[in-house]
């Protein structure tokens, strides 16, 4: 058995941390984060507060299990819809060939011309600021992301002499697809989730921040880190643990992407 | 060569129609109806309707369409709503804020990242390579507004050297350029994570290739043969990926000006969304999009300039 | 000028150099034949301080009467370009691709000589003149990718003539070339060794083309040097039945070095392949191969024994002879 590649273990680590925390989040939080009490409000750490209380005596830590439960709910969301999206389109583009796989391939690089940013704008500008916008933004930038990896596998598979065979057997474009193209590039497609997991919790961060994603009352590490920020010399430390919470979330995701990338593709692990 | 820029323009052009069609799409189809988006649903229908009719609604959706473009394409966006100027003007205004910032987060990026990942590359294996990558790893992980807010709290609240935000203007330059100081740092550590990775790779690539044993031979110094012979060939993935990161640096420069209060396009989008204020949010999106697709036709054009085999083969 | 006492090198604990033994003064000519994997590259890199970061070197290299064999890489430095030069097997991928050629050579005149760019430009124009590069005005200007692949090797001959070395090693310089452009450039390189009085180290499979181009030779086998003398006795009259192998495999030596097909034939003809240095026997390397083993031969180490003067072979055949 090889050794597992450092980024994977540490990467696996965080994500576990993050996602743990997130799911203990649904049965069990110190205190309910909304629950506000003025009297209580920017309370030092202590054995009530671990990480002490915000402007409005709301718990920190539990206001950051909170986040952390949304944060990843929407980064799952915008992952699964655009990346199905783009698989499908990816996997059709690669199937068909010819003139649908050049337009679905010109209209992935027309998808990279926005921004997930850009995309929330418009929408937000249209309907009003949201987080089922930010969620629907976030998927669309995955979509071109996902069609790109799929096609270019599946290209790839397409030219093995099983696909061959089954195609010399009178098997359908789609159906091979689906039981011999699929299995064959979901590694790498797995690879690219994980990955733009992590994008995903950062432009979730950056939209709420902006005030483009979670409303309140609901909670987001970006929408506590841009409270925070008009707080900053009242109490600093409010603009510190949401931060960290990002970067360990997106660090984590990041890593396991890689090292996920490293195990399935060894090739490339020395390339780099 | 000629018919390679022909074809490159064209694509460019089309892109930028695409990207049009695009926005005009999501900004009226999407909506429904403008008016009541922009005035909100207590709206007289005396209001709505003189609002429709001064916003050309009336006409068809393609109509519309045509005209948008072909008034932009003569700098002509509209009025805006909430500001009741013409959205040009409102650009113009801001644009030099924008441009500054963009420009001095690109060179602050380009000059950290290919330095970091040229050093990187030279220790490959060693300390240095390692303290380079766990930066860049934690860079990219790190978003630029919070990366902003500790620096606001560090440089300007704690040691008081650096204004926390605002800009008052280019009459004071010293004050200008202070002001500009954090968010151009802030901007360009967490651009510069990605490209210092790439940089490495790329700049490893090449270090594997004969040329630079050649250069070894002819007694030229690793430094030399670093920044001389592999930076170079080096240059073309970096390229590409500084074009794809002109996006990233856009929508940068969004977030930034929201975080340090400068007023630029990108603080322009919020309060046009704050004020529903479409034609503007419309003209600001296609701008942003635009200088997106620029960025990568010029890219495109760029490796031309970089690598003569391709201007052979073009 | 430049002496190899008993320099060895070691990958961890495989010796892939042993015990190298060579004295180049100005004007020789030595050709280094051997099959692939025997250490030829490796030797030349150790002229030239390149040697791989993981060799571990041992014994004397001195270079004008200074010891390099643990020298720093900025002292070797110093020397490449001035006292050694190489040109390297592949002159496809050897030149910057981003760089005019011309710029490529002068680059070390200005860097070594101190010269001025004018200065270094008319030398380099008289180079191209002498490595044979028609209209070198223009061809000065060129990219790489806009020459052939002999011009690139003469570009890059001219490269390693640039600050006047004392010693030229030529790596296979001609592999990649198709015959006569071949034959040309190392008739070229010959001739620039004997006009300019420099040393030249030719390394090659082609057995013809070092016939040709050499007055002094050198068969290595597994890291061993295993026969040397005279390139036209040796070639002529081989005693080490390795050389002999590498000639049974070559009848046609002085004629052309190419098969019917017109493709130049490799050289091992000889029945296996040279074993990875791991699995090398302990006495002589060649011996599991050799035809004419002898008893001792798997266990003992074959002393170097000169037959005549400027002339010897490692192999207990000499010393058996003698005993009888
Ligand atoms: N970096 C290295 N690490 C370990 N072994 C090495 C390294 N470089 C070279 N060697 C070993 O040194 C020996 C000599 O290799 P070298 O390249 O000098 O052979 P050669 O005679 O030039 O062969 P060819 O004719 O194929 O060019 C080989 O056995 C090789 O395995
Ligand atoms: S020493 Fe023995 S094995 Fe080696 S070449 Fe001579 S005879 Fe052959
Ligand atoms: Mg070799």
Known sequence: MRRLPANFLLGAVLVSLVVGVAALSLIWTPHDPQTMSISTKFAPPSAEHWLGTDQLGRDVVAQLMAAARNSMTVALVAVLLGGSIGVALGLLASALGGWVEDGVMRLADLGFAFPALLFAIMLAAVFGPSLTNAVLAISFINIPIFARVTRASANQIWTRDYVAAARAAGRGRFAISRDHILPNIAAAIIVQATIEFAVAILAEAALSYLGLGAQPPASSWGRMLSEAQTLMYLAPQLAIYPGLCIVVAVLGFGLLGDGLRDITDPRLARAR | ?314 | MIELSNLSVHFGHAAALRDANLVIERGDRLGVVGESGSGKTLLALCLMGMAPDSARLTGQLSIDGQDMARAAERDWQRLRSRWVAMVFQEPMAALNPLRRVGDTVIEPMLLHDGLTRRAARDRALSLFEEVGIPDPDRRLRQFPHEMSGGQRQRVLIALALACNPMLLIADEPTTALDANVALRITDLLQRLAREREMALVFISHDLAAVARATEDIVVMYAGDMVERGRTAAVLGAPVHPYTKGLLGARPDVGVAGRNADGKRRRLPTIPGSVPPLQGLPEGCRFAGRCPVELPQCATQRPAFTQTEVARGAACHLLTEARHD
């Not at chain 2, 049009?20 to 005396?46: K, Q, R, W």
């Not at chain 2, 969304?273 to 495109?300: G, K, S």
């Open chain 2, 1 to 314: 060569m000629a018919y390679f820029l022909f074809r490159r323009t064209l694509g460019f052009v089309l892109t930028l129609l695409a990207v049009s069609v695009v926005v005009f799409a999501v900004m009226n189809v999407l909506p429904g109806d403008p008016a009541l988006t922009i005035l909100g649903m207590d709206a007289s229908e005396d209001a709505l309707a003189a609002l429709r009719e001064q916003l050309g609604l009336n006409a068809p959706l393609v109509t519309r369409y045509v005209s948008w473009v072909w008034n932009a394409l003569q700098g002509d966006f509209g009025i805006s709503h909430s500001f009741r100027v013409p959205v040009s003007e409102l650009i113009s205004e801001r644009l030099p804020m924008t441009i500054s910032l963009a420009v001095a987060g690109m060179l602050v990026t380009l000059v950290l990242a290919l330095s970091l990942g040229i050093t990187a590359a030279a220790q490959h294996g060693r300390a240095g390579d390692w303290g380079v990558m766990f930066l860049s790893q934690l860079g990219i992980a790190v978003p630029a507004f919070w990366l902003s807010i500790l620096l606001v709290m560090l440089f300007a609240v704690k040691l008081r050297w650096l204004p926390p935000g605002g800009f008052a203007g280019w009459d004071d330059p010293v004050a200008a350029l202070r002001s500009l100081i954090l968010p151009t740092v802030a901007l360009a550590l967490v651009q510069s994570a990605v490209l210092a990775r790439v940089t490495r790779s790329s700049a490893l690539e090449v270090m594997r290739q004969d040329f630079v044993r050649t250069a070894r031979a002819s007694g030229l110094s690793h430094r030399r043969i670093l920044w001389r012979h592999v930076l170079p060939n080096a240059l073309v993935p970096i390229v590409t990926i500084v074009g794809m990161q002109f996006a990233a640096l856009v929508t940068g420069t969004i977030v930034i000006e929201n975080v340090f209060y400068l007023p630029g396009l990108g603080r322009l989008i919020f309060q046009s969304i704050a004020n529903r204020d479409l034609p503007t949010v419309q003209a600001l999106v296609m701008l942003f999009a635009a200088i997106v697709v620029t960025a990568n036709f010029v890219v495109d054009l760029l490796y031309v300039v970089i690598d003569p085999r391709l201007k052979a083969r073009a």
